[in-house]
């Protein structure tokens, strides 16, 4: 059986300005860590288990020469750029064509795929490493699709819920790592609904991490999305003997493939839908990174709650996400008798917000586009 892994990269993490722009998004800051992008931390900590020539990074357009700039590990022809955005179901069907083309002497059942993201914060990687291993060998052996469901640390409304069946129960060690079939998948809860979930304890965050063989989800989208599966067969047709090479965009005859597909996720046109489905439940410590406010689930606290980055000065402060990405030796940051506040300086932008607007500031992207165009974004 041979091991891939697509890494869902195309994201404009517009929730991270000013330090994240158009250039420049969510996976290829450094987050959560002072040296490593969270793309980076993304491929180092699947490598043990599936080398860099079988790891494929599929983006935008416009980031696909920077990644390739920032990631030597990688063939450079492994990083693949979407002719458009068309949201997880029909970048996954590009991501299913190419890697049928690089690997043409096997059968659609001889590969199998795990479809990772660049922008999640794991803690511990041994644990995510033997989840894989389990959920590939399922996948493998079965030919189910497979999820990781992540034990829930608080009643999150932000995530949706994976259900299991009463009569399962759940191991969470390494060694007791098992795939359980999935009774339901649960969209973004109320508070309410969110803590009954969690006393209930048979409800799980959907991490959106999928495992499959190459035919499992050749065949799911083909009879589940239609409009997106049966033009897995065009792309592969675009896609004949290109795998090796470089270009600087989309592979020529993609992008009317790609335009004809609908706006549609993976959980909705195929996760939801599907039978055969599993998931594997996890606990090695994630987060999804999605806000600034992600960072105080992250980073250790002082003793007055703040979250400190970059040397900041901050007086009589508390429970505030403070980051200076400039560095204090070109920049001081300094903050007297503030809470609750998020601040985040760069050498062009500085945003303050309270932490309980931080969804808003995709508002701040929007208004500054259109008030000084690109500019600053």
């Known amino acids: 059986m041979q091991r891939t892994v697509l890494i869902m990269a ?7 300005w000013p330090l994240s722009r158009r250039t420049k998004p969510k996976q290829l800051l450094k987050l959560v860590s002072p040296d490593k992008t969270m793309l980076d931390e993304a491929i180092e900590r699947i490598s043990p288990l599936i080398a860099p020539e ?4 599929i983006t935008s357009e416009a980031l696909q020469p920077i990644m390739r700039e920032h990631l030597p590990l990688l063939p450079p022809e492994n990083i693949i750029a979407e002719p458009m955005k068309r949201n997880t179901a029909p970048c996954i069907a590009l991501g299913a064509a190419y890697i049928a083309e690089r690997y043409p002497a096997l059968k659609p059942d001889e590969i199998s795929i795990a479809v990772l993201t660049a ?3 794991i803690e511990n990687t041994e644990l995510f490493c033997a989840a894989v291993d389990t959920a590939l060998i399922h996948a493998e052996t079965t030919g189910n699709i ?8 608080r009643p999150a409304t932000g995530y949706g819920y994976i259900e299991i069946a009463a009569t399962h129960e759940v191991n969470k060690t390494a060694s007791g790592l098992q795939a359980l079939p999935v009774e339901s998948f649960h969209e973004k809860p109320s508070l309410e609904t969110a803590q009954e979930f969690l006393r209930q304890g048979r409800f799980f965050w959907n991490s959106g991490m999928f495992f ?10 083909e009879r589940h999305l239609p409009d997106v599966g049966l033009k897995i067969k065009t792309l592969r047709t675009a896609l004949k003997g290109k795998t090796l090479e470089t270009p ?13 597909m609908p706006d549609i996720s993976i959980d909705y046109g195929l996760m939801e839908r599907a039978h055969h489905v599993a998931v594997v439940c996890v606990d090695f410590g994630w987060d999804d990174v999605g806000s600034w406010d992600a960072l105080e689930r992250v980073y250790e606290p002082d003793s007055a709650g703040n979250i400190n980055v970059g040397g900041s000065l901050l007086l009589e402060s508390k429970n505030c996400i403070v980051m200076n990405s400039v560095g204090d030796d070109v920049l001081s940051v300094a903050a007297i008798g503030i809470e609750n506040l998020v601040i985040v300086a760069t050498k062009d932008g500085i945003l303050v917000c309270p932490k309980d607007r931080v969804q808003d500031v995709r508002k701040v992207v929007t208004a500054l586009r259109e008030q000084s165009g690109e500019k600053f974004v």
């Open 10 to 16: 195309g994201g404009s993490g517009e929730r991270f």
């Open 146 to 153: 497979v999820t990781f469901g992540v034990h829930p640390a």
């Open 54 to 57: 079988h790891i494929f990074v």
């Open 212 to 221: 499959w063989r190459l035919d499992t989800i050749v065949n799911g989208l």
């Open 119 to 121: 922008d999640h914060y």
């Open 248 to 260: 600087i965009g989309a592979p020529d005859g993609t992008a009317s493939v790609f335009q004809s």
